[in-house]
Antibody, heavy 119, light 107 residues
């Protein structure tokens, strides 16, 4: 069934960038889109975007266009989410996820990565 | 962009009771990409229902999904203690949208 393992927690200063990784195993990496979802403390789920690891095409949520960059490396079965010009309101848990029955029903999730933005 | 509105925000029920959660879309959407998730504190979301009404593997049959067009419903037939959590609906057209969530809490 496979799993997604994310990189560890990060603490960043305002204005900096952060890059979170999501390593896939147990399935063919290029067969499923990788999605990125954030969850601010006490808040709901917010979709950032998705990447097709086969070819690297991306789709971003309009709100995060130009702020988030998604990439993938098929040689290491790893997807990356880079968030730039960090502000305190970007403090959140960031999840990667992939589809199970289609590209868009997210049946497999990483464990989440807490990104804290603080001066 | 499609907006998904979930109601109620909080549902206070006792174990054994029936829970009915609503997800309303701002315009008619395809059922094909309508999903429901459960999330417990400190955990990643868990897929319950996809295609509006199909249970994901391993999901108990007390969970059921229904609806079409703009109105979708997640029903939990008899609440078990482990069902008290937050539930989100989600849809995909050209991008993914989540509803704001419904918290099912113990009365």
């Amino acid at each position: 069934q496979g799993q997604l393992v994310q990189s560890g927690a990060e603490v960043k200063k305002p204005g900096a960038s952060v890059k979170v990784s999501c390593r896939a195993s147990g399935y063919t990496f290029t067969n499923y889109y990788i999605h990125w979802v954030r969850q601010a403390p006490g808040q709901g789920l917010e979709w950032l975007g998705m990447i097709n690891p086969s070819g690297g095409s991306t789709t971003y949520a309009q709100k995060y266009q130009g702020r988030v960059t998604l990439t993938s490396d098929a040689s290491t079965s790893t997807s990356y989410m880079e968030l730039s010009s960090l502000r305190s309101e970007y403090t959140a848990v960031y999840y990667c996820a992939r589809g199970t029955y289609s590209h868009y029903d997210l049946g497999h999730w990483g464990q989440g990565t807490l990104v804290t933005v603080s001066s | 962009e499609i907006v998904l509105t979930q109601s109620p925000g909080t549902l206070s029920l006792s174990p054994g009771e029936r829970a009915t959660l609503s997800c309303r879309a701002s315009q008619s959407v395809s059922s094909t990409y309508l999903a429901w998730y459960q999330q417990k504190p400190g955990q990643a979301p868990r897929l319950l229902i996809y295609g509006a009404s199909v249970r994901a593997t391993g999901i108990p049959d007390r969970f059921s999904g229904s609806g079409s067009g703009t109105d979708f419903t997640l029903t939990i037939r008899r609440l078990e203690p482990e069902d008290f959590a937050v539930y989100y609906c989600q849809h995909f057209v050209t991008s993914v949208t989540f509803g704001g969530g419904t918290k099912v809490e113990i009365k």
